[in-house]
């Protein structure tokens, strides 16, 4: 075996380059992953028509917007072990099945529960298709190809973050269905594409951890839930009642704060149970072993911290646009298309500098953009910023998310053994919707803060009663900020419309800032991120079952003495990455 590099000095290596086939496969897989981001952000600017077509009340509503994340979140680890068994390409494929139905359902629902149904199945398709597409890039692509097209696949999921909004306030100018069954023939073009340009993935023999399987998904489900839902019915003590069809929890400890409780008994059981089933010789859901290697374990800290920082600043910064500033819905969205193009321009920048810049240092790179674009975004944030240097700051932001989100992938997954791969692409998936899943909860608490105290700060200052200023604050944090538009159309209240613009960019400042923090504790942690693999060095044969590290040598020796049951279909693993399929 090779001697491992130095992870800061790229490869050196000859390499194959990719064909043309395996590139358009490439294409596949990044819509595919576009589709389910899209679907997580286009919800929130389609709901108000949603509410008033079918009659809903807000309840409903919230359903409507958390189901198909919180399903999504629940099961991802089985879904990364389903592609182990069954082949990467069989599950996304399937997922992609899932998913275009559920759209379709969704598109036609005549009912808010009917459609609530539909968000609930349809995150069961998007959590088939993100682990399956990291697994499918990880065996396709090698080397500094593999870095290409992590690449590709990370800003992709940027871009689609930011453009959600942007085609939800369009297509709801039209109908807020089609939003959904615009899904139907892209998820069609893209089956299209996986059966073309995808090779059939090797599978391996084994059995699903049942019990792991229901214990991972109810303490991932759990925790994502009582992380979106918190601020709405209190951390700890019950601020709003809880309604599911007939039944209403209004009192008491808060739902969030049993589900908290739930998830941590859950994911502590689940936890034992694979490292117990480890140690025997079992066939775990979930190889605990896989964070004792370095790269895997702070590459996956890393990934949280992007998500947080990334749907976090989503989340809030178009009501800031829109209350605020004035925006359209669609103007909003277009905002964030700098964003988005910041998010390819890194994508397209990172195919000549793999030659000469390493993965890990690209992941330093992008976060240190991250954070200064929000840094910027805070700095300049206010009740007239010019859209120029809003559009200056989300562009640099983006380029971060580019750089960042797409290599940390590539750093996390390059010493986890080839048989662990759909597992480990599980593992890093989970990890970033649980970062998306704190974000959004972290920052919508932040901003909502922030603003309720700052609007009722600045009435009484100016001579309103205390009681009279936290009621009109309690109206525009209820309303999300969408009354100030009424508010300052009525010359009794235009005072409280402006202190409510102050306190909504005083929030944007204080999450900026919060987020930017929180994205140099990320950059900290990569120094302590060592990948030992050679991701240049993986194209030469014999290499597929050596990553490079001690740690992970061991795991894969570990999968091979535990027998037949856990040998690849195929015998053993492919000399090559660039071959999947035989």
């Known amino acids: 075996m090779p001697k491992p590099s130095d992870p800061s000095e790229p490869s050196e290596s000859a390499e194959t380059p990719p064909s043309v086939r395996q590139w358009l496969g490439l294409v596949a897989v990044a819509l595919g992953v576009a589709l389910i981001v899209v679907d997580i952000t286009i919800v929130n600017v389609i709901l108000a028509p949603i509410i008033e077509d079918l009659s809903i009340g807000s309840s409903e509503a919230q359903w409507i917007q958390e189901s198909y994340a919180?399903?999504?979140a629940a099961l991802l680890l089985v879904t990364g072990r389903l592609s182990d068994l069954y082949g990467a390409r069989r599950i996304f494929l399937l997922g992609l099945a899932v998913f275009g139905a559920t759209s379709l359902l969704a598109a036609l629902a005549p009912s808010g529960g009917l459609l609530i149904l539909a968000r609930f199945v349809q995150g069961v398709g998007g959590a088939m298709i993100l682990p399956t597409s990291l697994a499918l890039l990880n065996a396709t692509f090698s080397g500094r190809a593999r870095g290409q097209a992590f690449a590709v696949w990370g800003s992709t999921i940027g871009a689609a973050a930011a453009v959600g909004p942007l085609i939800g306030g369009w297509l709801a100018d039209f109908s807020w269905r089609w939003a959904f069954g615009i899904n139907i023939p892209l998820v069609a073009l893209i089956v299209a594409g996986g059966l073309l340009y995808l090779?059939?993935?090797p599978r391996t023999r084994g059995r699903i951890d049942g019990v792991g399987a229901v214990l991972s998904a109810a303490g991932l489900g759990l925790l994502a839930y009582a992380l979106i839902e918190g601020r709405t019915h209190g951390w700890l003590m019950t601020t709003k009642p809880l309604e599911?069809?007939?039944?209403?929890?209004?009192?008491?400890?808060?739902?969030?704060l049993v589900a908290f409780l739930g998830s941590a008994l859950a994911l502590g059981a689940f936890w034992r149970r694979q490292a117990a089933?480890?140690?025997?010789?079992?066939?775990?859901?979930?190889?605990?072993?896989?964070?004792s290697i370095r790269s895997f374990r702070n590459g996956n800290f890393v990934t949280l911290m992007v998500g947080l920082g990334e749907f976090g600043i989503i989340a809030v910064l178009p009501l800031w646009l829109q209350f605020a500033l004035g925006y359209s819905a669609f103007q909003a969205g277009l905002a964030l298309v700098a964003l988005a193009a910041g998010s390819f321009a890194a994508s397209g920048a990172s195919f000549p500098m793999a030659a000469t810049v390493s993965p890990l240092a690209q992941v330093r790179?992008?976060?240190?953009?991250e954070t200064a674009g929000l840094t910027m975004l805070a700095l300049i944030a206010s009740t007239d910023s010019a859209w120029w240097l809003i559009a200056v700051a989300l562009f640099v932001y983006g380029i971060g998310v580019g750089f960042a989100t797409a290599q940390v992938t590539n750093i996390v997954l390059v010493d986890v053994p080839p048989r662990s791969s759909g597992q480990g692409s599980g593992i890093q998936s989970a990890a970033r919707e649980l970062g998306s899943a704190?974000?959004?909860a972290l920052l919508t608490t932040l901003f909502f803060s922030t603003l309720a105290s700052g609007m009722t700060d600045r009435l009484t200052r100016g001579g309103m009663a205390a009681g009279e200023a936290e009621q009109l604050g309690e109206v525009v944090t209820e309303s999300a900020g969408s009354v100030i538009g009424v508010?300052?159309?009525d010359p009794r209240t235009a005072t409280a419309a402006e202190a409510a613009r102050e306190a909504m960019a005083v929030g944007v400042q204080v999450s900026g800032y919060v987020c930017a923090g929180l994205l140099l504790l990320a950059l900290a942690a990569t120094l302590f991120m060592s990948p030992k693999a050679r991701t240049g060095a993986r194209a030469e044969e014999g290499q597929n079952e050596g990553p490079g590290e001690e740690r992970s040598e061991e795991l894969s020796g570990r999968q091979e003495a535990r027998g037949p049951a856990h040998s690849s279909v195929n015998g053993p693993a492919h000399g090559s990455t660039h071959g999947p399929a035989r």
């Open 365 to 369: 790179i992008g976060l240190a953009l």
């Open 438 to 440: 704190l974000g959004i």
């Open 244 to 256: 599911v069809g007939g039944f209403s929890w209004s009192g008491g400890p808060s739902p969030v």
């Open 199 to 201: 090779d059939v993935s």
């Open 70 to 72: 919180i399903t999504f």
């Open 487 to 489: 508010l300052a159309g």
């Open 277 to 291: 089933l480890d140690r025997s010789g079992g066939e775990p859901l979930m190889d605990v072993g896989l964070f």
